[in-house]
């Protein structure tokens, strides 16, 4: 694993994760961290790929009354992007932004691996990743019923802060504090 894309992640849960992508690479699947600590001013991009811009005017609008500033400032800031769809967590609203996710690329043979279908070593990489991940006590974004996201893996299990009991200014104030 590249030691840059695990600087940022909370303590236990970069412990959790080395021990299942070890137990992984021991059962002969490589599995590397492409995405751990994200910037709000990254998810803010990843958000607004695919947003009309009414959606963000909206998010925007919506963030500004909730009391959280930097946040909407953030995504205003970040300006119009392209693309596919890539998340639904607006910047702040990602446990990426906490350091207690992260995102992992399947390597088979020197090459990157997409497929839930292929298997290698008797196994999918992102199914046996859900797997471990899972039984380390972590959340994986594989198993998730709506908008499933096998790469992901993340240390809690409620989808965002805000079902953590957050509000979005304590959001805010924690991300201004960290990122700012």
Request: net charge neutral.
């Amino acid at each position: 694993m590249m030691e840059s894309r695990l600087d940022g992640l909370e303590p236990r849960f970069r412990g959790a994760l080395e021990g299942v992508i070890g137990d992984l690479r021991d059962d002969g699947i490589e599995l590397r961290v492409t995405v751990g600590l994200r910037r709000p001013e990254e998810q803010a991009r990843l958000w607004r790929q695919s947003r009309a811009r009414e959606e963000v005017e909206a998010a925007v609008r919506h963030l500004r009354q909730a009391g959280a500033y930097y946040l909407a400032e953030v995504l205003v800031d970040c300006g119009p992007c392209h693309g596919p769809p890539v998340t639904k967590a607006l910047p702040g609203l990602s446990w990426h932004q906490w350091g207690e996710a992260a995102d992992c690329l399947w390597i088979v043979n020197g090459v990157a691996e997409w497929s839930l279908t292929r298997v290698v070593a008797r196994d999918n990489g992102y199914l046996a990743l859900a797997r471990k991940a899972e039984a380390a006590g972590l959340t994986p974004g594989g198993l998730w019923r709506r908008f499933p996201d096998f790469p992901h893996v993340q240390m809690r299990p409620e989808a965002s802060p805000l079902m953590a009991g957050l509000s979005l200014k304590a959001i805010d104030e924690a991300m201004r504090a960290r990122f700012e």
